[in-house]
Antibody, heavy 119, light 107 residues
Framework: QGQLVQSGAEVKKPGSSVKVSCKAS????????INWVRQAPGQGLEWMGG????????NYAQKFQDRVTITADESTTTAYMELRSLTSEDTAVFYC????????????WGPGTLVTVSS | AIQMTQSPSSLSASIGDRVSITCLAS??????LGWCQQKTGKAPKLLIS???TLQNGVPSRFSGSGSGTNFTLTITSLQPEDFATYYC?????????FGQGTKLGMK
């Protein structure tokens, strides 16, 4: 049974950066895409980008291309999403989602990490 | 980017009702369509992948259909736990895109 555990809530100042982690267990990490999704308060789901760790390179939504970096560490089965130049509009819950090789893509979701951007 | 137009945006129904939610893709996505359910304050849950494959543990009252550009999620005999927001998702081409969501409320 797969599981994703995300890092805890963060409060950040405008202009700063945040790095959210997503640790996977119970499946195969590395061969399967890990996606990151943003959900602003009361809004819908928005794909930010994803990475297949064994391939290394990440893909990003154009909207976030200039200020997001997604990485993965196979040795710790952890993926990371770093978002820079934060504004109040980045206040949101950030989710990771993957298959872990034992279910369909998007089957396993992390619980979400709330990032609040406030001066 | 592929646009996913989901309708309706909200829906009121009663226990035992049959409801349908549709998603229209702006271009052909074959069967690369998933449906997720999200309850307030919780992470989304994948119900259906590949347009029609029910995920393990998902009740059989949920079903998905469609291919190409037109897709439907149907819930037969609504249960209290089904009142939630539903999203379609295409992962045929990145950027992957979600529908705007359908909030299913109790009548």
């Amino acid at each position: 049974q797969g599981q994703l555990v995300q890092s805890g809530a963060e409060v950040k100042k405008p202009g700063s950066s945040v790095k959210v982690s997503c640790k996977a267990s119970g499946g195969t990490f590395g061969n399967y895409a890990i996606n990151w999704v943003r959900q602003a308060p009361g809004q819908g789901l928005e794909w930010m980008g994803g990475i297949t760790p064994i391939l290394g390179a990440a893909n990003y939504a154009q909207k976030f291309q200039d200020r997001v970096t997604i990485t993965a560490d196979e040795s710790t089965t952890t993926a990371y999403m770093e978002l820079r130049s934060l504004t109040s509009e980045d206040t949101a819950v950030f989710y990771c989602a993957t298959s872990l090789g034992i279910a369909a893509d998007w089957f396993y979701w992390g619980p979400g990490t709330l990032v609040t951007v406030s001066s | 980017a592929i646009q996913m137009t989901q309708s309706p945006s909200s829906l009121s129904a009663s226990i035992g009702d049959r409801v349908s939610i549709t998603c229209l893709a702006s271009q052909v996505i074959r069967n690369h369509l998933g449906w997720c359910q999200q309850k307030t304050g919780k992470a989304p849950k994948l119900l259906i992948s590949g347009a029609s494959t029910l995920q393990n543990g998902v009740p059989s009252r949920f079903s998905g259909s469609g291919s190409g550009t037109n897709f439907t999620l149907t819930i037969t005999s609504l249960q209290p736990e089904d009142f939630a927001t539903y999203y379609c998702l295409q992962d045929y081409l990145d950027p992957y895109t979600f529908g705007q969501g359908t909030k299913l409320g109790m009548k």
